[in-house]
């Protein structure tokens, strides 16, 4: 009954932005750390950001510092994502997944569950 869905995406134009939501249902969000991950076709699936229970610690990707925010609001049990100077290669399906066990250095998948269905986010003019 523990369940993320992933809201937001869509597409723009590259150099726009989207706010991606995570929310939760059936559980207290306040008690985990929440990654954000993409993945595009016919590749392996990326960490973009983490962001722990009190947001206390935030990581990125390379790829995306500068570019991304993530957030969180616990009294709404969500995780934002905010994309700003989108590019093509930003085009992926966007997943949030959670932990208990804090935000690792580097944002890999097998660290954790939880996954939500995931949003479409495509970058093209």
């Known amino acids: 009954q523990l369940q993320l869905v992933e809201s937001g995406g869509g597409l723009v134009q590259p150099g726009g932005s989207l706010r991606l939501s995570c929310a939760a249902s059936?559980?207290?969000?306040?008690?985990?750390?929440i990654g954000w991950f993409r993945q595009a076709p016919r590749k392996e699936r990326e960490g973009v950001s983490c962001?722990?229970?009190?947001?206390?610690?935030?990581n990125y990707a390379d790829s995306v510092k500068g570019r991304f925010t993530i957030s969180r609001d616990n009294a709404k049990n969500t995780v934002y994502l905010q994309m700003n100077n989108l590019k093509p290669e930003d085009t992926a399906v966007y997943y949030c997944?959670?932990?208990?066990?804090?935000?690792?250095?580097?944002?890999?998948?097998?660290?954790?569950?939880?996954w939500g269905q995931g949003t479409q986010v495509t970058v093209s003019s």
């Open positions: 997944a959670a932990t208990i066990y804090g935000c690792p250095f580097r944002i890999d998948a097998a660290d954790f569950g939880s």
């Open positions: 059936g559980f207290t969000l306040a008690y985990y750390d």
């Open positions: 962001i722990s229970r009190t947001a206390e610690t935030t």
